[in-house]
């Protein structure tokens, strides 16, 4: 195995280990199905359909308009030509409502309409995916001034191979950090298909 692939699986194992509930590298991805946002239309989104595309990004994030949320959706903007260059799809999962997503989907500060985001607003898919869901936003705002009223997913993005395997596992990290380790999962995979 060569030395840069090695310290890749070995940063991704140690970035991996804070993660206390989520599904593990290996484990086969839940799919799902639910409506999503995309540069502020509404679709429906499907991962076992992506993945017939190549590998998926799935990042779940506490809530639109928030500052890490901000700062990990503008990484992941910015960053899409690459992902896509390595032969991978992003897409964000939140409990927001769909008609906030849509403006955030579309927002050039952050998404910019490079990728959708999922209305996860029950938390089904973030308990799919074994990670916490808590609170119910406790009258929390985000930086718009608007009540976010919704409970929080764990930050935690998911590298998944077109098998519909996890491939890698990020957590506790913060928001830029995150991207780049996903960016660096997605190349490990190999070459785009």
Known sequence: MSRTLTSILVALSLVAAPALAALPVGAVAPDFRAPAALDGAQAAFDLADARQRGAV????????YTSGCNIQ?????????????????????SLDGIERLQAFSADPDYCGGKFPVVSDADGKIARAFDLTVSGDGGGYRNTRGEVI????????????APDGTIAATISG???????AAALEAVGALGPAR
């Open 173 to 179: 990290l913060g928001p830029e950090r995150n991207v």
């Open 73 to 93: 959706a503008a990484a992941f903007s910015r960053d899409h030509a690459r992902f896509a260059a390595a032969g991978a799809q992003i897409v964000g999962v």
């Open 57 to 64: 990004v799935v990042y779940f994030y506490p809530a639109a």
């Open 149 to 160: 009223g919704h409970g929080f997913a764990e930050r935690t993005t998911f590298v998944i």
